[in-house]
C-alpha cells in the first residue's frame, strides 16, 4: 500500500503525559499537512510543510504542540502536557507540486484520548 | 477567512435512488477550489470530486455530479443510483490556492452523515 500511514492509530494517555504521532506520506509528496478533528466536526487546519520546512501553523496550534519534517519525508506531531481537550483525530494529508497539486490524499488518522 | 456550511447534519436515502448534499461558502475570493470529501465509518476520507471556480462546467465523476453555483457561493453533490457502500460522513471544503510557498489549506464543513438503506 503506497498511500498515506499513520502510527499509532490509537493511544490512550494521561493528562500531563506527552505524546508523539507519525505520519509518512505519500512518497512523492512534497507537502505535508496536519488536521486535527474532533467529534462531530469537519478537520480543521493545524500545520503545513513544504519539503523539511514548516509554512504556516494554525492559532489552534499551542506551544505544546511541535511537529516537524526531518529531511522532507516523515513528519511527527508531538503533544507536550497533554490535556483532556487534545482528544481528537489527528490526521494526516500529503500533496505533490504537480498538475493536480491540490489534491491532498489522508491517512487513516490517530485517535488521541486524553483520560 | 473562508467559511464553509453544510446544513444537513443527517441524510438518509433508500438504495438505487437520488440524494443531493448542501454546501454554501463565503468567501472574497475570485479563484478557488471547491471539494467533497467522504469519509466511510472507521475508514480514511478520500476525495469524491473537486471543482475549479474558473471552470463553468459542473465536475462529474461517474455517480457523483456537483451544482456550482459560484454567484450563489453554493456547491451541492448530487448522488445517483445511491449504493450501500455510499453510507459515509461527507464534507464539503474549501481551498484558497497560494503561490509561491504558501498554503493549501482545506477549510471544511461540519460534515453531512448520509446513509443509504436497503
Known amino acids: 500500500d503506497t498511500g498515506v500511514s499513520q502510527n499509532p492509530r490509537h493511544k490512550i494517555t494521561k493528562r500531563g503525559q506527552n505524546v508523539t504521532f507519525r505520519c509518512d506520506p505519500i512518497s512523492e509528496h512534497n507537502r505535508l499537512y496536519w488536521y486535527r478533528q474532533t467529534l462531530g466536526q469537519g478537520p480543521e487546519f493545524l500545520t503545513y510543510f513544504q519539503n523539511e520546512a514548516q509554512l504556516e501553523k494554525s492559532r489552534l496550534l499551542s506551544d505544546r504542540f511541535s511537529a516537524e519534517r526531518p529531511k522532507g519525508s516523515f513528519s511527527t506531531l508531538e503533544i507536550q502536557r497533554t490535556e483532556q481537550g487534545d482528544s481528537a483525530m489527528y490526521l494526516c494529508?500529503?500533496?505533490?507540486?504537480?498538475?493536480?497539486?491540490?489534491?491532498?490524499?489522508f491517512g487513516p488518522g490517530t485517535r488521541l484520548t486524553v483520560l | 477567512a473562508q467559511t464553509v456550511t453544510q446544513s444537513q447534519p443527517e441524510m438518509s436515502v433508500q438504495e438505487a435512488e437520488t440524494v443531493t448534499l448542501s454546501c454554501t461558502y463565503d468567501?472574497?475570493?475570485?479563484?478557488?477550489?471547491l471539494f467533497w470529501y467522504k469519509q466511510p465509518p472507521s475508514r480514511q476520507m478520500i476525495l469524491v470530486i473537486r471543482?475549479?471556480?474558473?471552470?463553468?462546467q459542473n465536475a462529474t465523476e461517474n455517480r457523483f455530479s456537483v451544482n456550482f453555483q459560484k454567484a450563489a457561493k453554493s456547491f451541492s453533490l448530487k448522488i445517483s443510483d445511491s449504493q450501500l457502500g455510499d453510507t459515509a460522513m461527507y464534507f464539503c471544503a474549501f481551498m484558497k490556492p497560494s503561490r509561491g510557498g504558501s498554503n493549501y489549506k482545506l477549510t471544511f464543513g461540519k460534515g453531512t452523515l448520509l446513509t443509504v438503506n436497503p
Open positions: 471543482q475549479e471556480a474558473y471552470k463553468q
Open positions: 468567501t472574497s475570493e475570485n479563484n478557488y477550489y
Open positions: 494529508a500529503s500533496s505533490s507540486s504537480g498538475t493536480r497539486d491540490n489534491e491532498q490524499f
